[in-house]
């Protein structure tokens, strides 16, 4: 996953943006937007979409954490932190999510080899986090939305809890639909008769 990645650089001396451009290249990478401040970095990365930044963090105009931040507002983007020398409030800074390593200059091209191949393991580690925690969110709004409708059908056909449950499945299969679909319409026309029987 770490090879043929569209990357995002962003960085204000010009030496280390020329190295980065001619590295990067060399491991199978594209550089596709070269940025000297964050500002910049944050409007290519919104045209461009990269798959990874790497970018230092004090720059002008908007510093690398604060633009990683920005970036990640629109598209979930891992990216790595370079800087000049080791900082406590700079670390713990940049601990939010979208960042996924951080590297002290001068860096070497070992040390960002690895760095990449981290940064996107932990960002696909994160992601496929991120996809489970949906998957459980909507199975429990599903199972609200299925235990509610099968409630309006023990009391409206008198039935138990298991019987409920067997024709909401059956006459789900027959309509070729899927449980959680049934079950909304069946809340949403219990919530019709509800109002029915309100009337004088």
Not at 19 to 29: F, K
């Amino acid at each position: 996953m770490s090879a043929g990645l569209q990357i995002a650089i962003a960085e204000d001396e010009r030496d280390v943006r020329e190295y980065l451009q001619e590295m990067l290249p060399r491991q199978g990478h594209r550089v596709v937007a070269v940025a000297e401040n964050g500002r910049q970095l944050v409007d290519q990365c919104r045209k461009l979409h990269p798959d990874l930044v790497i970018t230092d963090i004090k720059m002008p105009a908007l510093d690398g954490i604060d633009a990683a931040l920005a970036i990640n507002q629109d598209r979930q983007t891992p990216i790595i932190l370079l800087s000049a020398y080791h900082d406590v409030n700079l670390q713990s800074r940049a601990a939010a999510d979208p960042i996924m390593a951080y590297l002290v200059k001068p860096v070497r091209e070992p040390d960002l080899v690895a760095a990449i191949g981290l940064a996107m393991t932990r960002f696909n580690h994160f992601q496929a986090l991120s996809r489970e925690a949906d998957n459980l969110r909507q199975a429990l709004e599903d199972r609200k939305v299925i235990e509610r409708a099968k409630g309006a059908t023990m009391k409206r056909l008198g039935v138990d809890e298991s019987e409920a449950f067997r024709r909401m499945q059956r006459l789900a299969s027959e309509g070729n639909r899927k449980l959680r679909e049934l079950a909304a319409e069946i809340i949403q026309a219990e919530e019709v008769f509800e109002q029915i029987e309100r009337l004088p």
